[in-house]
């Protein structure tokens, strides 16, 4: 099992940044895919970034391309989403997520273990 952890979630004006950690427990964190999922209010979760075991492949939605990177860092058993040139339509609770195999999802329900979420506020 796996267990996730997020902070860094925060309030920032418009054109700002932040950097989301997320904190997984357990030996399963190298094996795992790690992934971005956010919602906002009266919306469906949807996915913003993951990337694979080993850090090689990365994907983002088409909202997050050239805005928000996604790192993991095995030593601290931590990934990472750092978020520039935030806009107010990046206000969501931000979840991050894992699962178990090799392919780097994309979808909600591809991820078997949630973190509770950090909530990220960006005003005009």
């Known amino acids: 099992q796996v267990q996730l952890r997020e902070s860094g979630g925060g309030s920032v004006q418009a054109g700002g940044s932040l950097r989301l950690s997320c904190a997984a427990s357990?030996?399963?964190?190298?094996?795992?895919?790690m992934g971005w999922f956010r919602q906002a209010s009266g919306k469906e979760r949807e996915f913003v970034a993951a990337?694979?075991?080993?850090?090689?492949?990365?994907y983002y939605a088409d909202s997050a391309k050239g805005r928000f990177t996604i790192s993991r860092e095995l030593a601290k058993n931590t990934v990472y989403l750092q978020m520039n040139s935030l806009k107010p339509e990046d206000t969501a609770v931000y979840s991050c997520?894992?699962?178990?195999?090799?392919?780097?999802?994309?979808?909600?329900?591809?991820?078997?273990?949630w973190g509770q979420g950090t909530l990220v506020t960006v005003s005009s």
């Open positions: 997520a894992a699962r178990s195999g090799s392919r780097v999802g994309q979808v909600v329900n591809e991820y078997d273990y």
């Open positions: 990337i694979s075991r080993s850090g090689l492949s990365i």
């Open positions: 357990g030996s399963a964190f190298s094996s795992s895919v």
